[in-house]
């Protein structure tokens, strides 16, 4: 079976894609380890408003897009890679697992972000040693737990007005 995308479907994931880029390569936070970024919060945003495939897409690309720029052209892989499984750790809970949406986002981000924190680790260890890749875990957890209470002020506002919700309907057509 063709699977077809419909223009907006790849217009808002392409516009996700860019705000996990912007958030992660332009708003860098001077950390004691390099740097910390928001660009997490991005992919947790787009989880709940484009759903897991997309969202993981946009995450993916997005992220792999800030390396490439960045100069950190050896992590473009793995960081599409680790931000997709994130994604898609946090849309199997929000989706699947659980019933309640408010929860079941939250509960998935924080799993997926520790998946996140232990593939990033563990893809260190052969680039680098194990001591460089234990030393980065600090501003690791920093960085993943920043997007999860970033996203969560986000999320709490906007459903405070309805608009996950609404937008999500209107993205999705989920009722």
Known sequence: MEQKFKTKDLTTTAAFAAL?????YFLKVPAPNGYT??????????????????????????????DA???????????????AIMAVIMGFFTYKVFKDKSRGWFIGAVIGGAVQIFLYTVIKIPMYDVAYALSRLPG???????GIAIASVIIAVL???GLIIRLRKLELGVK
């Open 140 to 146: 690791n957890i920093i960085q993943t737990f920043t």
């Open 20 to 24: 996990v880029f912007i958030m992660t």
């Open 69 to 83: 720029l960045g100069g950190y052209t050896h992590y473009i892989l793995p960081t599409f890679f680790i931000k």
């Open 37 to 66: 970024h928001l660009g997490d919060c991005m992919i947790f945003l787009a989880v709940l408003l484009l759903g897991t495939r997309r969202g993981a897409f946009a995450g993916g690309i997005g992220a792999a897009l800030a």
């Open 159 to 161: 459903d405070k007005g």
